[in-house]
């Protein structure tokens, strides 16, 4: 045993008890910022039930995160000599606060949480980090040397990295900008009726920030909010251009497509369409089409990086498709989830879904056709957010990708998916009897639920 650097007592790794992964996340954390536990010298886990992960190790605590990586070392070894299965390589557990947003860029890994705190990582490590005044981070996203973040006060903060010192992040200003938002106040034509007797200028959100996306050409940024508007920023003046009151309720998730078309999804059940053109002093964004209308939350939104198709996730648990050759047609549903679908990412012919049920369905797609290749378990609250990069390790014959996710259990954690990892049976079983009999879920527990999304569909 030996002191913590806060006073308590840790065990070292050479006489902590080994446990499974699911065991040590139900067991108390150390009183220190983070915990952090190592599996490099770990034996293969034992033999897996119906209920527990068929891709969890055995893991072993390690020292001081001060000294060593909060990130595991944990690799899952090869299942044959040509590729690895799909697995959990690490987890990163810090005591701050439920993940709500995470964003990659190089090498560098942003994590946001309802601390306030964005928490940068590179190689495995704790690089860098800043703190916002005030407002949960529920969006990160990154543009060139910026760095963007939407929270639940209604702000949008940028940051951008230090010249002299590039783990020093420094806040450059807020949209909108201070300057432009004491001279739009000064006109009474800028003000509209955001509430019954309460006005607002339509240059600034009122309400929690849901969704941050970039156009296709990086010049414009556009933001999603429970406002029921989503608002158009110029980049290079950090600009508010646009407001468009797209939605009846909160809008969770805004992105912009192909096309110069721009989707939206709301708690009022609907996915749109919105097509931009360019004017003189601007944007302006027309209505398109509603793809999609229903009783249930819309959650979540994204777009495959070939821009072919649209994915949509909703509060029931089913991820809705649209085909971008085929007219926007609809594509067909994927039932994988017990509970609301909270994040969706896509990257190759991969898309993850990440729910209330804690678990992240990974789907591929071949020509236009989907199939659950995996469940990937292991977090013990809401999947709130997903980002994906490439595996260094990826081939052109073998496409692999390092996928991480956030969730409210407090705990970021880090997976390899490999597109020609064989689907895991007995997980594909269940997955397909949920399909032929094309059940809805079932209604979300009052516990997870809350934690999920507000009960008006919030996410």
Not at 35 to 59: E, K, L, M, Q, V
Not at 91 to 96: F, G, M, Y
Not at 206 to 228: C, N, P, R
């Amino acid at each position: 045993m030996r002191d913590s650097p806060q006073g308590k007592m840790l065990e070292e790794s050479n006489s902590l008890e080994r446990q499974t992964f699911g065991n040590l996340m139900h067991s108390a954390p150390p009183d220190d910022d983070f915990s952090f536990r190592n599996s490099a010298s770990s034996a293969p886990s034992p033999a897996h039930n119906g209920d527990a992960s068929p891709y969890i190790g055995t893991w072993e605590g390690a020292s001081s995160p001060y000294t060593k990586s909060p990130w595991s070392s944990h690799v899952v070894p090869p299942s044959n000599g040509n590729h690895y299965p799909n697995g959990l390589m690490g987890s990163l557990v810090r005591e701050e606060g439920h993940i709500y947003s995470l964003a990659t860029s190089g090498d560098l890994l942003y994590t946001g949480s309802d601390s306030k705190n964005i928490r940068v990582w590179k190689n495995q490590k704790e690089f860098s980090g800043f703190k916002s005044n005030s407002g949960l981070v529920k969006a990160i996203i990154i543009s060139g040397e910026k760095i963007f973040t939407g929270h639940q006060d209604g702000k949008i903060r940028v940051w951008k990295v230090s010249a002299k010192n590039p783990s020093v992040h420094k806040r450059v200003g807020t949209l909108p900008t201070f300057r432009d938002y004491i001279r739009s106040s000064m006109n009474p034509s800028n003000y509209v009726e955001v509430r019954r007797h309460r006005n607002a200028l339509w240059i600034k959100h009122f309400d929690a920030i849901s969704s941050l996306s970039l156009s296709e050409d990086k010049k414009f940024l556009y933001s999603a909010s429970w406002d029921k508007t989503i608002k158009v920023w110029r980049i290079s003046d950090s600009k508010c251009l646009e407001s468009v009151n797209v939605h009846d309720d909160a809008v969770n998730a805004v992105v912009a497509g192909f096309d110069g078309l721009v989707f939206t999804g709301s708690a009022d059940g609907s996915v749109k369409v919105w097509r931009r053109e360019l004017q003189a002093k601007g944007t302006k964004h027309f209505f398109s089409q509603t793809l999609l209308k229903q009783e249930c939350a819309v959650t979540a939104l994204a777009v495959n990086p070939e821009a072919t198709f649209l994915y949509c996730g909703s509060s029931d648990g089913l991820v809705n498709f649209w085909e971008r050759e085929k007219h926007l047609s609809h594509g067909g549903i994927l039932r994988g989830h017990k509970l609301a679908v909270l994040c969706l990412v896509a990257a190759g012919n991969l898309v993850f879904s990440g729910s209330a049920d804690m678990g992240i369905c990974v789907w591929r797609r071949l020509e236009g056709d989907h199939s659950c290749l995996a469940v990937l378990t292991g977090h013990n609250g809401p999947v709130k957010c997903l980002a994906i990069e490439d595996d260094i390790e990826s081939t052109a014959a073998d496409r692999r990708w390092i996928l991480y996710s956030g969730s409210l259990d407090k705990s970021v954690k880090m997976w390899r998916v490999s597109e020609l990892a064989p689907p895991h049976l007995q997980q594909i079983d269940s997955i397909k009897r949920r399909q032929i009999e094309g059940l809805s879920s079932p209604s979300p527990s009052p516990s997870t639920q809350s934690q999920s999304f507000s009960p008006q569909g919030r996410r």
